[in-house]
């Protein structure tokens, strides 16, 4: 066994990603408006297992997306945090306030996803910032060994490969030590193929098979997301990648909620009306 292979197996693995690894599905949610801790327990209550915050694409701040986190942690649920792109300065904070994991947009190469792993563990393994004590150990004092060593364990390193050069690197970018789950952006890849939105053009299937077998071959889970197709989806998990199901994201589900409540106030409203006229 190489050291590489040693490093590789080092890592316990958080419980979700156990979970994966058994191929059992897992719902996640994803916050994009959402300010408060409810988000997160209103997740737990409809059978979720994680979320994930969207700072790439909102202006929630690291004090909220924190808060959310440890509340999160605090009810089981894992809670990731999508970073924007390159923002090497969010990592420890985030994590040292309560986030499982980080997802990192637009990862391309083996050494950009060395570098965002690295980040995320502490040393030998990386250069996280040493810390005294930590929310997803309830602020214990314990050995600093011991506490690395449960961090490093549990710590959600998730690189998102969104362009055809990720996907051309996607073999070593996953045989990364540290990295532990490599997800393909769909919405963003089939832009940068020239299709935006066209899920089965030969292009995208093409790349997406490339990336499932690039990670079969390096022994890491993939997931592939952006994609509301769900017979597309089904073929996709039959295909290798890992059930890691995005049930959605806040704007769009309270979007299709005020929607529905709207058209059955006003059908209501036209119902009486109606009714009012025949009788008169």
């Known amino acids: 066994m190489t050291q590489r292979d040693t490093l590789q197996k080092r890592f316990q693995g958080h419980p979700v990603m ?7 599905p897992v719902a996640a949610f994803g916050v994009r408006m959402a300010r408060t ?17 969207d700072l790439e694409h ?13 509340a999160a942690h605090d009810i089981g649920l894992m809670a990731l945090v999508r970073v924007p792109e390159r923002e090497y300065g969010a990592i420890g904070r985030l994590l040292d306030a309560g986030a499982s994991g980080l997802i990192f947009p637009r990862v391309e190469t083996a050494e ?24 997803q150990a309830h602020y214990r004092r314990m050995p600093p060994a011991e506490l690395y060593r449960l961090a490093d364990d549990a710590v959600v390193v998730n690189v998102l490969i969104e362009s055809p050069r990720g996907i051309d690197n996607a073999e070593a970018i996953a045989r990364v030590p540290g990295v532990d789950l490599v997800s393909i952006g769909t919405n963003d890849l089939s832009a940068e193929l020239g299709v935006p939105g066209e899920y089965r053009h030969p292009s995208v299937q093409q ?8 990670c079969a071959c390096a022994g890491k889970p993939l997931s592939i997301g952006g994609i509301a197709d769900a017979a597309l989806n089904a073929e996709l998990l039959a295909r290798g ?6 049930t959605g994201i806040d704007t769009d589900v309270l979007y299709a909620a005020m929607q529905e409540r709207a058209r059955q106030a006003l059908d209501a409203h036209a119902h009486a009306t109606q009714a009012q006229v025949q009788v008169h």
């Open 207 to 214: 790349a997406l098979d490339a990336a499932l077998a690039a």
């Open 241 to 246: 990648a890992v059930p890691f199901l995005m």
């Open 112 to 135: 950009q996803a060395a570098d965002l792993a690295a980040a995320c563990r502490f040393p030998p393994h990386g250069h996280r910032s040493a810390i005294a004590a930590l929310p």
């Open 58 to 70: 909102s202006t929630i701040g690291l004090d909220v997306a924190g808060y959310i986190c440890a």
């Open 37 to 53: 801790a409810d988000v997160a327990r209103l997740a737990k209550a409809t059978g979720h297992h994680a979320i994930w915050i």
């Open 18 to 24: 156990q979970r994966l690894a058994r191929r059992e």
